[in-house]
């Protein structure tokens, strides 16, 4: 009674990233455009932009293959001995291994030991892997026991992508925000999309710039698994 309140401490920590800038531009002739009768080049612009969109998510996967150092302890983003979130076993995807990232990320701690709980949220895997991926996430019944319920069913997101080089790899990622980020320059997410006329020839140029970057936040709340 009548104590007085314990101050709270709070460990500084950073990670740095640069933003890049994405662009790509597309001309054609007056005379092209006049004879487009079929309307094919009223196109571009959205493709040009559908193109920026898939640079993201390029971009985005080659970040998580390349594995790079963290900033805060020069450590890389997925490492075995010292971020404990990189698990190998074989096999592909299942409920016991599924299960072992489930733990080593419920139990990972933060600069003060304590304890952080996190619970996975999102499951990526290469396209060779979203069967197991799905059966595991989604089937009520354990495709690999008879007559048992499978008790992961529905607790995260499965996403399967072409981009994943290595079919022998997959991750498990908890809360959004919280591992890999994708980073916009002044929140622009869109692509910024630009018609030109061209002057001293007669032609019109389209371009489309995008600025962003992709960088990891902290280790904790990602999971490598692969097969070995």
């Not at 619970?119 to 069967?131: R, T």
């Not at 089937?139 to 499978?150: C, E, I, M």
């Amino acid at each position: 009674e009548n104590a007085a309140i314990a101050d709270g401490i709070v460990n500084d920590k950073k990670e740095s990233f640069q933003v890049q800038t994405f662009a790509r531009k597309f001309s054609v002739t007056r005379q092209t455009l006049v004879n487009d009768d079929l309307a094919a080049l009223a196109t571009i612009a959205n493709r040009m932009g559908q193109a920026a969109g898939r640079t993201v998510d390029e971009q985005a996967i080659a970040f998580i293959e390349t594995n790079g150092l963290m900033t805060e302890d020069g450590v890389a983003l997925f490492d075995a001995a010292t971020h404990n979130n990189l698990i190998s076993a074989a096999g592909p995807p299942s409920t016991a291994n599924v299960g072992q990232a489930r733990v080593a990320m419920g139990q990972q701690t933060d600069s003060n030991s304590v304890i952080l709980g996190i619970v996975p949220q999102f499951m990526l895997c290469p396209l060779e892997l979203e069967q197991e991926m799905l059966e595991i996430s989604v089937l009520n019944s354990d495709p690999q026991r008879v007559r048992r319920d499978n008790v992961y069913a529905q607790m995260w997101q499965p996403i399967a992508t072409p981009r994943l080089t290595d079919a022998n790899d997959w991750y498990m990622f908890g809360n959004r925000g919280d591992h890999i980020n994708v980073v916009f320059l002044n929140g622009q997410q869109s692509p910024m999309m630009a018609r030109d006329e061209g002057w001293s020839t007669l032609a019109a140029h389209w371009r489309v710039v995008l600025d962003f970057t992709v960088m990891a936040v902290d280790w904790r709340a990602a999971i490598k698994f692969t097969n070995v």
